[in-house]
């Protein structure tokens, strides 16, 4: 709601990120030597169900449907999922790896243990000391799970990988598996488990150590996940949610914030779709000619996205953002504007540089765009500044019984959009993004036999004032 301030609307949205899960994770880096080289991935994730996490979502039809028409595979997403884990999880995995007391929470990996250990079992009543066998058709996880229940279970066997998806078994004497279990080399060792258990996660902990520039467009939910699917839950303060995604990446650009300051200052046309936005930055009209423009290749192993347009799927999604033609060309009209204000800036001969194009977008970094809220922007190094919206405007009702939010809502959207608060029995604040809405509603409904719109008056309007004067 418009009404929301930032910390009622992180509250909203801690809720919403609490009961989903993230599905594709995409990411796209860009090297320089003489041109940009973009590197863009792609991958499914599907949360551990190793030890003694059992995550439960949410599923949206909606977004089902949404996605489903975009392609999104669901079966990679099901089956070939990358596992991942925050950090509550993985300690909550290391006490009781260390206790013993870890269980196997998938039915399926359950079936497969059952399966190993009859085989096993069968075999090893024969079995002589040092002969082995092979369990064969294991994937990830179920590599340390099986080992794990069969050393556990059966105290003559030791067990070690054997290729990608394979466990050799071998029947050793109690003095030899005592050695084994001391030994260095040990496959089943906690910090194995743990890295294998962390799955993406070691990847999301590998791009907080690099501290790079992360961009996104529209990111703010796609940081709220971040935080609680890969580094702690998140926390019920607000300013402590903001202070841990700065420590976490220093510097964020997001895209949309951009392009909206973009707009004010250029014909562009107002698109908001990701896809949209960047060919509108590609478009011959905007940049002809342009001899500073960028040049921008996909690396040889990710050229797909350059044959093949796939909105909406992660890792393209990651390119769009982090493109040249997304990020740098809008950067680039402020260093030019830049340039044109202080020629020492840049020279003409020479492409600018890309702390050059950072520089220029020193005033948007960390402000991330809030899709409806009491403020445009959430600031991740400093105090929010206050929203420019519309004024508040007071609908007094005369004559209608009963009426509600909807209702007024019903009866206003024809003409404008307003978000809609109860003031009182018959009193009704409204609020828009948009100020033409705001002056549309007051010379329309002036003379209005039912409802009375006028500016909202703290002093006349306000309950607690009225309260308080009664």
């Known amino acids: 709601s418009?009404?929301?301030?930032?910390?009622?609307?992180?509250?909203?949205?801690?809720?919403?990120?609490?009961?989903?899960?993230?599905?594709?994770?995409?990411?796209?880096?860009?090297?320089?030597?003489?041109?940009?080289?973009?590197?863009?991935?792609?991958?499914?994730?599907?949360?551990?169900?190793?030890?003694?996490?059992?995550?439960?979502?949410?599923?949206?039809?909606?977004?089902?449907?949404?996605?489903?028409?975009y392609g999104f595979d669901y079966n990679k997403f099901l089956k070939d999922g990358i596992p991942y884990m925050n950090e509550l999880q993985e300690k909550s995995l290391s006490q009781h790896l260390l206790a013993g007391s870890w269980k196997v929470c998938s039915v399926l990996d359950r079936d497969r243990m059952k399966k190993a250990i009859d085989e096993v079992t069968c075999w090893i009543a024969a079995a002589e000391e040092e002969e082995t066998m092979i369990l064969q058709d294991l994937s990830g996880i179920q590599m340390f799970e099986v080992q794990l229940v069969l050393r556990r279970a059966l105290q003559n066997v030791w067990t070690q990988p054997f290729g990608d998806s394979e466990v050799m078994v071998k029947k050793v004497s109690p003095q030899h598996r005592q050695l084994l279990e001391n030994s260095s080399r040990d496959s089943c060792q906690k910090e194995l488990i743990l890295m294998s258990a962390r799955g993406f996660t070691n990847l999301f902990q590998a791009l907080v150590k690099a501290k790079k520039p992360l961009v996104g467009h529209n990111m703010l939910m796609d940081l709220l996940h971040l935080h609680d699917k890969f580094y702690k839950p998140l926390p019920e303060s607000y300013e402590e949610f903001k202070r841990n995604i700065h420590s976490l990446f220093p510097v964020l650009i997001d895209t949309k914030t951009v392009t909206k300051s973009v707009w004010?200052?250029?014909?562009?046309?107002?698109?908001?779709?990701?896809?949209?936005?960047?060919?509108?930055?590609?478009?011959?009209?905007?940049?002809?000619?342009?001899?500073?423009?960028?040049?921008?290749?996909?690396?040889?192993?990710?050229?797909?996205?350059?044959?093949?347009?796939?909105?909406?799927?992660?890792?393209?999604?990651?390119?769009?953002?982090?493109?040249?033609?997304?990020?740098?060309?809008?950067?680039?009209?402020?260093?030019?504007?830049?340039?044109?204000?202080?020629?020492?800036?840049?020279?003409?001969?020479?492409?600018?540089?890309?702390?050059?194009?950072?520089?220029?977008?020193?005033?948007?970094?960390?402000?991330?765009?809030?899709?409806?809220?009491?403020?445009?922007?959430?600031?991740?190094?400093?105090?929010?500044?206050?929203?420019?919206?519309p004024p508040l405007l007071v609908v007094h009702v005369r004559g209608w019984r009963g009426l509600d939010e909807r209702h007024i809502y019903q009866e206003l959207k024809g003409l404008c959009q307003f978000d809609v608060k109860r003031l009182s029995e018959n009193q009704f604040i409204l609020l828009s993004s948009k100020f033409k809405h705001a002056r549309l509603a007051l010379q329309d409904y002036k003379d209005h036999p039912n409802l009375q719109i006028s500016l909202y008056r703290h002093w006349r309007h306000s309950p607690h004032v009225n309260c308080l004067l009664q």
């Open 264 to 389: 004010k200052k250029y014909p562009f046309p107002r698109v908001s779709n990701l896809l949209e936005v960047y060919e509108v930055l590609c478009s011959s009209d905007l940049n002809p000619t342009d001899p500073t423009c960028p040049v921008i290749v996909l690396a040889s192993d990710c050229s797909r996205y350059a044959e093949k347009k796939t909105p909406h799927e992660a890792g393209y999604d990651a390119f769009l953002c982090g493109s040249g033609k997304m990020l740098l060309n809008a950067s680039q009209k402020f260093v030019l504007e830049l340039n044109h204000s202080f020629p020492a800036f840049v020279t003409a001969e020479a492409d600018p540089s890309f702390s050059e194009y950072l520089s220029a977008l020193v005033k948007y970094l960390n402000k991330v765009h809030v899709i409806r809220g009491g403020v445009s922007n959430i600031n991740f190094s400093g105090v929010d500044a206050p929203c420019r919206r």
């Open 2 to 69: 418009l009404f929301d301030s930032p910390a009622e609307w992180y509250l909203k949205a801690r809720r919403s990120v609490q009961r989903f899960t993230v599905s594709q994770f995409g990411k796209c880096y860009f090297s320089f030597h003489c041109r940009y080289v973009v590197h863009s991935y792609n991958f499914f994730l599907f949360p551990s169900t190793f030890g003694v996490t059992d995550a439960e979502f949410t599923l949206s039809a909606s977004s089902i449907q949404f996605l489903s028409h």
